[in-house]
């Protein structure tokens, strides 16, 4: 007999797919209804539902709907754990010692609560939610906890977590062990004191621990095990002393749980998330999460911390010129002079490129705070080796302390960078604390900035000429172009009124270009016109050196203009010849000297140039500061410069003359040139034909 299969075609119409709504609806739904106590926390790690068994028995303690979960948990490790949980599903568990208020406002004997955390896809496969669950445990716990009786029932529970029980009799010191986790417990047993088996460099902070436990409660430590083998072992350990019947602590009870593994998991995600790798100090984001912790400390127990901001001086010019290797050297060594001048506790983030901040916990005192930055300057002071070449760097150093309770400690930042712009504005290479007067001149010094950009824009800056008299000849030699800014409700400022911006790198850049160019332009005007006005000297500040093509750019622009280089003068101040990168400075004006460009040191006596510096630079004209030429006690260095000058075959000019009696003594001196207001107040461009024409009429 043979059988015939018949096969019936069925259509089956599959459901309509859930939108993620109406999934998270489900879920809420399902949890607010669940007969054990459960709790639904979305993507954006918000609470949105609790069973009535997770409410009556507070395990989110302070917690509404729709407040962050992470603020219930205990520890970094948890917060981690569960942004594991959130973005790749990882499931995973903890034990919490809970105590609930009671009416007479005392709190009830605490219990151990199990809470598990578990991912919820939507039909997408991303997660949803993650749903916590928790189950009372306490029972286990204290049968683990006091070591009677049911011996077999506690080891599975041990067993099934990979538990070790150690109880200690405070009394007779004797020491019971689960034997639940031999390999643990060849660790954990210990001679005289229960901190032996902690290892040396987490011994001091557990010790801290130890101390602030009060009898009674149950504290979660992690630590390393003291180890002669060298295995870095790393455990959870759940401690608690019991009382005796006098009142007394009667005996000491830990859990441990060998968590190396989740240990190296976590150092592994930090490392990744966490770490710059160049200097491998903690980054931004670390930074960030140590500085809300320093500021949870300070609103809760109004702990005194500080934060301080640093910079590298300079430090795009010596990626510019020696290289992006030897600034990786540099921020390499910085990092290791931070570790040593810090202490170890302390927070040292590099925050990007040559920014680097320190938060200092547990301070006492602005002293404190100061300390290890004077030895961090110290530290600074010695030269760096690389690639065969030695060079120095400094820094420019921004503190803030936090200690006024009444004060919003997230200022903190902003103070402390305002202080590093004052470090910055006062010369560099220096370490500022943060004053409130600061903040509003930092306010003014920003609007001065802002508007400054906006008047470039509007082509507000013009140059102004003042004559530079020959002595000998009673003629005029040239001029000196300076920069006024032609404000439309203040008038014509001189650079007193914006020398923020002079400071400031890329407008100090702008403005130095453009007075440039409209230098240039105006002499060929003069030239065309016929106008004899000999030589027009323009300023060259350190910032248009940095570039290291300074030379070639000067002498593009004369051959654009068709200006010939005897038409100009460079003046270059001594901090710019003898500051960062002199070499650069030299091999740059040298170029220029060669090509014909007269090259002047101005407001000399002001810097710190020495006689042997005059030597090694190509320099035509020393231009003695006004400071010094309208000051009587000052007449033997002026002389001093004057003669100094002549020997070495330079013309010296003098800045500031005001009236006869200056001019007359500087012509007995031998002074050969002069500058100021005894002549002519600089005029702007038009009035210089007719100034010529008119001069000694």
Known sequence: ????????????????????????????????????????????????????????????????????????????????????????????????????????????????????????????????????????????????????????????????????????????????????????????????????????????????????????????????????????????????????????????????????????????????????????????????????????????????????????????????????????????????????????????????????AVILRGLHSEADMMRPVNALQDLLRRPIEHGGRSFSVSASIGAALHGDPDADPSHMI???????????????????????????????????LRDVRAAIAAKEFVLYYQPVVDIATSSVSGFEALMRWDHPEQGVLTPDRFMAAFEDQDLSLKLGDLAFETALKQMRQWLDDGVEFGRVAVNISAAQFRSGRLAEEVQDRLRRWNVPCERLTIEVTENVYMGWGSEMVSDTVRQLHKAGVMIALDDFGTGYASLANLRQFPIDRLKIDKSFVQNTEDAAIVKAVITLGSSMGMKVVAEGVEDQAQLDALADYGCDQIQGYHFSRPMPAGMVPGYLEGFGA
């Open 1 to 356: 007999m043979t059988r015939t299969a018949v096969r019936t075609q069925v259509s089956i119409t599959p459901p309509e797919p859930k939108t993620p709504g109406a999934q998270m609806d489900a879920f809420e739904t399902f949890v607010r209804h669940a007969p054990f106590a459960a709790a639904l926390v979305d993507s954006g790690f918000r609470l949105t539902a609790v069973s009535a068994d997770w409410a009556s028995h507070g395990l989110a303690p302070g917690l509404e709907l729709g407040d962050d979960f992470r603020r219930a948990l205990v520890s970094p490790e948890d917060v981690d754990s569960l942004e594991r949980c959130m973005a790749f599903g990882e499931p995973f568990s903890r034990y919490r010692s809970i105590a609930l208020p009671q009416k007479d406002g005392t709190s009830a004997e605490p219990r151990i609560w199990r809470t598990e955390f578990a991912a919820t896809l939507a039909e997408t496969g991303r997660t949803l939610a993650v749903i916590v669950t928790a189950r009372d445990v306490s029972g286990y716990a204290e049968t683990a906890l006091k070591a009677e009786r049911d011996q077999q029932r506690l080891r599975m529970a041990l067993e099934l977590d990979e538990l070790m029980v150690r109880e200690y009799d405070l009394r007779t010191g004797e020491i019971y062990c689960s034997g639940t986790s031999p390999e643990l417990e060849k660790w954990c047993l210990f001679k005289d004191d229960p901190l032996e088996i902690v290892h040396p460099d987490d011994r001091e902070r557990m010790a801290e621990l130890v101390r602030n436990r009060k009898d009674g409660e149950a504290q979660v430590f992690e630590f390393r095990l003291n180890r002669d083998d060298g295995v870095e072992t790393w455990v959870r350990s759940v401690g608690k002393k019991f009382l005796g019947a006098d009142g007394k602590p009667e005996r000491l009870v830990n859990l441990f749980k060998d968590i190396t593994d989740r240990r190296r998991q976590t150092e592994a995600v930090e490392n990744l998330a966490f770490k710059d790798s160049l200097t491998g100090l903690p980054n931004r984001a670390y930074f960030n999460r140590k500085f809300q912790e320093a500021v949870d400390a300070s609103e809760i127990m109004g702990e005194l911390f500080g934060l301080i901001m640093i910079d590298v001086d300079h430090f795009k010019d010596i990626n510019d010129t020696l290289g992006h290797d030897a600034g990786d050297a540099l921020l390499k060594r910085l990092a290791e002079m931070l570790h040593a001048a810090f202490r170890a506790g302390d927070t040292v983030a590099r925050l990007g490129g040559d920014e680097f």
């Open 414 to 448: 902003k103070n402390a960078d305002i202080a590093l712009y004052r470090a910055k504005d006062e010369g560099r290479n220096r370490s500022v604390v943060f004053d409130p007067s600061m903040r509003s001149a930092l306010e003014q010094r920003i609007e001065l």
